[in-house]
């Protein structure tokens, strides 16, 4: 049976797609057929992330409206098995997602052997999130540590508990946070919010936290997933993140300030 999971928060900018990318990778890799769906309509950005925009021929609402059928519009990634991308379009009404227009599409997969569906949820609270968060068994909620940020996914953690198809149903959608843009040197200033200021406000189960890093713009532009890159921090974060979703127990790292050695000191070099 196909899990569902939804990829949402209630900012924008906050790294949505980027965990995406890396969780659907990290769950192929890990030997888990999976597909990764942009929910983003009309300002797709996933097929880039997971460069494979060249490849787009059809998109999820030409299979919604059936002007193409799901292996038509599926796109295998050239770099993992078993992991597949259902791009967004990026020209339809954002309205074109339908509630039976997606369970249709979702049950398809599921029938596929999917093991995995992971939902690329826009930001907010807007029709296209909706769809996204609608029929999922879990929500990874993604938050920056800022006020905002955080403030904004409590909003959406409160949609998912009372808007949700479990919700109708008298069941609870599970929760993960995943903490992003971490950096413990500005925590130390009291320029962000610690993990425990975050943890303490929105009182769900800590997934995993991403540290700031170069890697992962960088990863971006080059449409390869950081978790691919072995050797960043954040590309072991989100490694991390999915061992633990897959149950395993891994200790959280990147959460302290970094002891610069004796050359760095000296002449400020970086890792």
């Known amino acids: 049976m196909a899990k569902i999971i939804v990829v949402t928060s209630g900012k924008g900018g906050v790294g949505k797609t980027t965990s995406s990318a890396a969780i659907s990778s990290g769950l192929a890799l890990a030997g888990h057929k999976t597909v990764v769906i942009d929910f983003d309509i009309g300002l ?5 992330v997971m460069n494979c925009e060249r490849r787009v021929v059809y998109d999820f609402v030409n299979v919604i409206n059936g002007e193409a059928n799901l292996r038509q519009a599926l796109i295998k990634d050239k770099r993992v098995e078993d992991l597949y ?6 020209t339809r009404d954002k309205d074109a997602l339908t509630k039976e227009g997606v369970e249709r599409i979702l049950k398809e997969l599921a029938e596929d052997g999917f093991e995995y ?7 907010g609270i807007e029709h296209g999130a909706f769809m996204a968060m609608y029929f999922a068994d879990l929500a990874i909620v993604v938050a920056n540590p800022e006020v905002s940020s ?13 808007k949700s198809l479990k919700a109708e149903n008298g069941e609870r959608v599970d929760e993960l ?3 992003t843009r ?3 040197e500005r925590v130390e200033r009291g320029e962000m919010l610690s993990v425990d200021d975050v943890k303490d ?3 769900v189960e800590l997934l995993g936290v991403i540290p700031e890093s170069q890697s992962v713009l960088k990863s971006s532009n080059q449409g390869v997933p950081v978790i691919h890159d072995t050797e960043s921090q954040a590309g072991q974060a989100y490694a991390d993140a999915v061992a633990r979703l897959l149950g395993d127990e891994r200790p959280l790292r ?8 004796v050359f760095k000191r000296l002449f400020g070099r970086s890792a």
Do not use: H, M, T, W
């Not at 991308?85 to 990026?90: E, G, T």
């Not at 569906?117 to 930001?123: K, N, R």
């Open 117 to 123: 569906i992971i939902c690329d949820s826009p930001a």
């Open 182 to 184: 971490y950096n413990p």
């Open 150 to 162: 955080v403030r904004d996914s409590d909003r959406v953690l409160g949609i998912l508990q009372s």
């Open 254 to 261: 990147f959460l302290s300030v970094e002891q610069k050695g």
């Open 44 to 48: 797709r950005n996933l097929d880039i």
């Open 177 to 179: 946070l995943l903490l």
């Open 201 to 203: 406000i929105l009182a």
């Open 85 to 90: 991308i259902l791009p967004a379009s990026q």
